[in-house]
């Protein structure tokens, strides 16, 4: 069964359709387990925790969100729940400000 998340109360949302890809602007430093992502086009920067850096290093455009969701509740100690929402928040985050696009397929 695909991950899916109700949107509006009428709609949901297949993550298994959705393949997040970096955008090839952004530089990627490691400090401690976090990520300091840069856009160089922009010259914005987003901070990622331990759990955000293993998301990005997944948006390769070749994994759907379903899959990285997966991975993410079978590498961390958090519920299903939290691990969705950690993902959402990250995947929101990162697309508004420039760093990565999701396509549907």
């Known amino acids: 069964m695909p991950a899916t998340v109700p949107v509006l109360s009428e709609r949901t949302i297949d993550f298994s359709q959705m393949?997040?890809?970096?955008?090839?602007?952004?530089?990627?430093?490691?400090?401690?387990?976090?990520?300091?992502l840069f856009n160089v086009r922009t010259g914005h920067f987003h901070r990622l925790n331990a759990l955000g850096?293993?998301?990005?290093?997944?948006?390769?455009?070749?994994?759907?969100?379903?899959?990285?969701?997966?991975?993410?509740?079978?590498?961390?100690?958090?519920?299903?729940?939290q691990a969705q929402s950690e993902l959402l928040d990250v995947l929101v985050q990162v697309q508004d400000d420039g760093f990565l696009r999701i396509e549907k397929r």
């Open 19 to 36: 393949f997040p890809h970096q955008n090839s602007d952004v530089r990627i430093t490691n400090q401690g387990g976090e990520s300091l």
């Open 53 to 81: 850096s293993a998301v990005w290093l997944q948006c390769t455009g070749t994994q759907s969100v379903a899959r990285i969701l997966s991975t993410i509740s079978e590498t961390f100690d958090v519920t299903a729940t």
